[in-house]
């Protein structure tokens, strides 16, 4: 694997929280995230140029866009830093997360 992409459940975040928020805190703490998969490829200039993109975003594209984050995996971390990593995202989840609404990780 070369990345772990998820979903995060906007509804579940505290007020003020997102997606963002979470990707920059877990930046913070050493932790590589960037935002995940693009669901919504028929924006890619490609699709643009020639005419192809729908006349309106699709709800369901745009929401699985707009709410995914992929952690970067690299075969150089050694087990103690994933494990640290993985404790840190756990952190950042449940500091995040609305009390009760959090899914076990």
Same mark, same amino acid.
């Given at each position: 694997?070369?990345?772990? !992409?998820?979903?995060?459940?906007?509804?579940?975040?505290?007020?003020?929280?997102?997606? !963002?928020?979470? #990707?920059?805190?877990?930046?913070? &703490?050493? =932790?590589?995230? =960037?935002?995940g998969k693009s669901s919504e490829i028929y924006l890619e200039q490609a699709?643009?140029?020639?005419? &192809?993109?729908?006349?309106?975003?699709?709800?369901?594209?745009?929401?699985?866009?707009?709410?995914?984050?992929? &952690?970067l995996v690299d075969p150089i971390f050694t087990e103690v830093e994933i494990?640290? #990593?993985?404790?840190?995202?756990?952190?950042? =989840? &449940?500091?995040? +997360?609305?009390?009760? +609404?959090?899914?076990?990780?």
């Amino acid at each position: 694997y070369y990345r772990y !992409d998820f979903f995060i459940k906007p509804e579940a975040l505290r007020k003020g929280c997102s997606r !963002d928020t979470l #990707m920059e805190r877990a930046n913070q &703490l050493g =932790v590589p995230c =960037v935002a995940g998969k693009s669901s919504e490829i028929y924006l890619e200039q490609a699709f643009v140029k020639n005419n &192809l993109k729908p006349a309106k975003r699709l709800p369901i594209a745009q929401a699985l866009s707009e709410t995914s984050l992929a &952690l970067l995996v690299d075969p150089i971390f050694t087990e103690v830093e994933i494990r640290a #990593m993985a404790k840190s995202v756990h952190d950042i =989840v &449940l500091e995040a +997360s609305v009390q009760g +609404s959090l899914i076990k990780i």
